[in-house]
């Protein structure tokens, strides 16, 4: 089993729907978790980056961790075209510690 | 500079030949990543740098892989006597030290063996 698991795509939805994006782990150890978004041929970028169970809402989007369940999730509310990309969770288990990755999604807003 | 640089964008290379890779992190970042991702697949961790510490090395998939980095700046990934398997995007990230610091990636290195 890998240490992240992330849901298979690729994810096709029209403009304006809610998308619900997820990742599981199994290292109980991992405490920081982050949401990454890659476009074509860039580097990914950070979108959102929590290291506690619940929420946390940056404009459309919403980080949501579950400890106890070792789950996350990201959703975007009101989906843009612009937001068609790959969106990768990370996380780690110490502050200095490297960040293993999910295997991504792709995600493609229809106009 | 404001982002992390990567030298070359792209190379195209012969098997069997060697290849440096160069990543020019942003400055006052103490920490710096490699990172690996083949088509299709998620990003696999290949070496990390911090500060003065020995660099961890654990994900450096052979010994044909290899890696350096001076101080607290450039850094550059040699990969010797490459095979196809090596073909690959090679994604370098830098980052200040402690909680709530993310990665900035650069925009990678595609590097096509033939």
């Known amino acids: 089993q890998k240490e992240v698991e992330q849901d298979p795509g690729p994810l096709s939805v029209p403009e304006g729907a809610i998308v619900s994006l997820n990742c599981t782990y199994s290292n109980s150890a991992f405490q920081y978790f982050m949401w990454y978004r890659q476009y074509s041929r860039k580097g990914p970028e950070l979108l959102m980056y929590t290291y506690s169970s619940g929420n946390k809402e940056d404009g459309r989007f919403t980080a949501q961790v579950d400890k106890s369940s070792k789950y996350i999730s990201l959703f975007i509310r009101d989906s843009q075209p612009s937001d068609s990309a790959t969106y990768l969770c990370a996380m780690k288990d110490g502050a200095n510690s490297k960040l293993t990755f999910g295997k991504g999604i792709t995600l493609s807003v229809r106009p | 500079g404001a982002g992390v640089s990567q030298s070359p964008s792209n190379k195209v290379t012969e098997k069997g030949k060697d290849v440096e890779l160069r990543c020019d992190p942003i400055s006052g970042h103490t920490a710096l990543y490699w990172y690996r991702q083949r088509l299709g697949q998620g990003l696999e961790f290949l070496i990390y740098?911090?500060?003065?510490?020995?660099?961890?090395k654990s994900g450096l998939p052979s010994d044909r892989f290899s890696a350096e980095r001076t101080g607290e700046s450039v850094s550059t990934l040699t990969i010797q006597r490459t095979q196809q398997e090596d073909s690959a995007v090679y994604l370098c990230a830098s980052s200040m030290t402690g909680v709530g610091y993310g990665y900035t990636f650069g925009s990678g290195t595609r590097l096509t063996v033939v």
């Open positions: 740098f911090q500060g003065n510490s020995a660099p961890d």
